[in-house]
């Protein structure tokens, strides 16, 4: 569950990025977060990640509160989400197999447990057989499924997906949000960040649009208003 009451956030250079926000999500939504270049996506989903803290109002992510968490809890709250980047952000050196195990190393995992997961993730991607190459050898796409499969190693609550589509293709673009779907049917709350308007057309997820700071319309991707 994902709380924002009365939230602003200004920048130290004086930018408004986030005025008197109030959105409700619920466990095991799939949500579009739409807007243009500086509307302020990015600190919302940067407030989730507790990358920035709030100036003012609240912010409520699985009950706990963002802006009194401790600074030394902010890894193990991280550990509950997943997250997709739009540059991909592979180790070039790592083969897919390592790059989806490093998510579990960090956190500790045993290695029968990695030996199990990463597989299981990579096949839930359609990416088993390419667990040896290098991210060098992979397309655009391939990389993106990596990504993926890497955010979801460490089976999260949460993926949040930041503009996933941004670097692949049309047709790779509508598997990526297929994708994200099929997890999201699994009970995985996903938040996806992008621009690609028609994209979000296939899809029947809520939408939620920011301009200027401000959350200018929330509906059902029908156009029900919520």
Request: proline content about 4%; cysteine-free; overall charge positive.
């Amino acid at each position: 569950m994902i709380e924002f009451r009365g939230v602003h956030k200004t920048y130290g250079s004086g930018i408004k990025a986030l005025r008197d926000v109030n959105i409700h999500i619920d466990k095991g939504e799939f949500v579009f977060i739409v807007g243009a270049s500086g509307a302020g996506k990015s600190t919302f989903l940067k407030l989730i990640m507790r990358e920035e803290v709030a100036n003012a109002g609240e912010v409520i992510v699985n009950g706990y509160d963002l802006n009194r968490m401790k600074r030394r809890r902010v890894p193990f709250y991280r550990r509950t989400m997943g997250i997709v980047f739009q540059d991909f952000r592979l180790i070039p050196k790592m083969n897919v197999f390592d790059n989806v195990a490093f998510a579990m190393r960090v956190t500790g995992a045993p290695r029968r447990e990695i030996r199990r997961r990463v597989p299981y993730v990579l096949q839930l991607v359609g990416l088993q057989d390419k667990m040896r190459s290098f991210p060098s050898e992979l397309s655009g796409g391939e990389q993106q499924r990596v990504s993926l499969a890497r955010a979801l190693a460490n089976n999260p609550a949460m993926i949040i997906a930041d503009e996933p589509t941004g670097n692949v293709d049309p047709d790779m673009s509508y598997e990526i949000v297929q994708l994200l779907s099929e997890i999201n049917a699994l009970g995985t709350t996903v938040l996806m960040v992008t621009h690609e308007h028609e994209l979000v057309n296939k899809f029947h997820h809520r939408v939620i649009t920011i301009k200027d700071g401000t959350v200018v319309s929330d509906t059902l991707n029908g156009g029900e208003s919520l």
